[in-house]
């Protein structure tokens, strides 16, 4: 399989080559692909080192699959092209996810769904598929009516500009800021840009993608997305209330059951879900398992995954494996 990974110096696409060589991904030939301020750099992938290259020649050596993870603008213009040219891309950006021709694509939950004419197959948001990975299995046994979330999100999340701002805090030494304020030591109730009505970009991610990728539009989301100073992964405190009733025993068999969910839910001993334990793991961690006593068929629930791993690398390549394991490439 010959693969190209667009935007291969940044932080996800770091990540990206690390996944396809941790998971054996069958690479015949790889392209390190970036802007053209970026070509000629090196990376490295299963100890060779790569010479980045640009778009035009990523799209000239006909990759089968190109996994895009360069911002929305760039997407936007060279996702098409890369398609035209018989190349299936995998966009980890948001240019694409609410396109209603375009597939929103988490394995575990609707792969089933791709054919060979999906060319541009997008990647969801990093909050949006720990929080479906887990909440999937228990939709199909008792019926989401509606979810209230609200994150903690990890400065990995923005880049590497935001890990460098966070160090540099922590160290006392100036530097370039991600953000408008401090985030050692600070909570930032603010991830990406406030819409008209209130909400985040980030919030409302939440809301519309959960939809789309559980198929299914009558499902309320309402969310509250938070920066906070760790680099881990992300947390999500999540208050879900189905149309039917559930019992706590069975809640815990169906995750532990669930593709890519670890159940992680022992009080004696204090073990429940961290980024601590969740970075560089490719699975959604889920504990904290209880019910809201306030009203009736609610579940509190804890859950935390790597947000570079499931929350864009892994789950990419995952769908990269799914495509090429039933000829779709
Ligand atoms: C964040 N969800 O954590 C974004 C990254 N895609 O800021």
Redesign the pocket.
């Known amino acids: 399989m010959k693969v190209a990974v667009v935007g291969a110096t940044g932080l996800v696409g770091t990540k990206m080559l690390q996944v396809l060589a941790e998971r054996n991904f069958p690479v015949t030939e790889l392209m390190p692909v970036a802007s053209e301020r970026s070509v000629g750099k090196e990376v490295t992938f299963k100890g060779a080192k790569y010479k980045v290259i640009g778009m035009a020649d990523a799209i000239a050596a006909k990759p089968d699959v190109a996994i895009f993870s360069a911002g929305g603008s760039t997407s936007l213009e060279w996702a098409p092209k890369f398609a035209e040219a018989g190349i299936t891309v995998i966009d980890n950006s948001s240019a694409w996810r609410m396109d209603p021709t375009k597939k929103l694509v988490v394995p575990e939950i609707n792969a089933d769904a791709l054919t060979a004419e999906d060319k541009i197959i997008a990647n969801p948001?990093?909050?949006t598929i720990q929080m479906v990975v887990a909440l999937n299995p228990l939709h199909k046994k008792y019926t989401i009516k509606r979810i209230v979330v609200s994150t903690y999100?990890?400065v990995?999340?923005?880049g590497v500009k935001a890990v460098n701002q966070l160090m540099n805090e922590r160290q006392g030494v100036e530097g370039d800021m991600a953000y408008k304020y401090a985030i050692d030591l600070n909570v930032i109730p603010q991830?990406?840009v406030f819409l008209d009505n209130g909400y985040t970009k980030?919030e409302m991610?939440m809301v519309k993608e959960t939809c789309k990728i559980m198929r299914d539009d009558s499902i309320k989301v309402t969310a509250t997305t938070v920066?906070i100073p760790v680099v881990g992964g992300?947390s999500e405190s999540v208050n879900v209330e189905f149309e039917n009733d559930f019992d706590l025993e069975e809640v815990k068999q169906i995750l532990s059951a669930s593709a890519g969910v670890i159940v992680q839910d022992d009080l004696a001993n204090q073990i429940y879900p961290m980024p601590l334990w969740a970075h560089e793991k490719d699975e959604v961690f889920v504990g904290r398992l209880r019910r809201d006593e306030t009203q009736p068929n609610t579940l509190n629930m804890w859950i935390v995954s790597d947000?570079l791993r499931k929350?864009?690398a892994t789950n990419a390549i995952q769908i990269a494996e799914y495509l090429s394991s039933k000829g779709l490439l």
């Open positions: 948001n990093c909050s999100q990890s990995t999340g923005t991830i990406d980030e991610k920066r992300h947000n929350g864009a």
